[in-house]
Structure formats: structure tokens, C-alpha cells
């Protein structure tokens, strides 16, 4: 459950930008890696998929808005 939060934009707006970033690498690293196994054989979970797409464009959503505020500051 504490994952769930997690993935959530206020759970993720409560991290550093730094763990963003490592954590956007790891869910990118993910998906390449399930899009490579979904080209080759069926996955067990497909919905994992969008999730993974939707919590990197959380992340990046994020990180973009951080960019945008310490321009303007």
C-alpha cells in the first residue's frame, strides 16, 4: 500500500528532485524492459504497462514544474 501512495503526485511531490530522477530511471529501465518481453512473449500483467507510462509522465510532470519554478525564482 505504502507503494501506491507512493506513485501518487502528493506522495511523489514529497520526494527530492535527485530521488525523482533515480526513480524516473528505474521505471524507464522497466518499461524498456517490458515493452522488449511484450514484443517476444505474453505478459502476465499488461495493465503493468500503463502504469509504469503513467507514472513516468507523473515524474516528468513533476520535475518539469520544478524546472519552471527555480527559472522564475
Known amino acids: 500500500m505504502a507503494q ?6 502528493e506522495g511523489l511531490r514529497e520526494l527530492k528532485t535527485e530521488e525523482l530522477t533515480q526513480k524516473l530511471a528505474v521505471l524507464t529501465e522497466e518499461r524498456f524492459r517490458l515493452e522488449f518481453r511484450r514484443a517476444t512473449e505474453s505478459l502476465p500483467n499488461p495493465l503493468q504497462l500503463r502504469t509504469i507510462r503513467r507514472d513516468i509522465a507523473r515524474i516528468e510532470t513533476i520535475l518539469k514544474e520544478r524546472a519552471q519554478q527555480g527559472a522564475s525564482a
Not at 4 to 9: F, G, I, K
Open 4 to 9: 501506491q501512495r507512493e506513485h501518487r503526485p
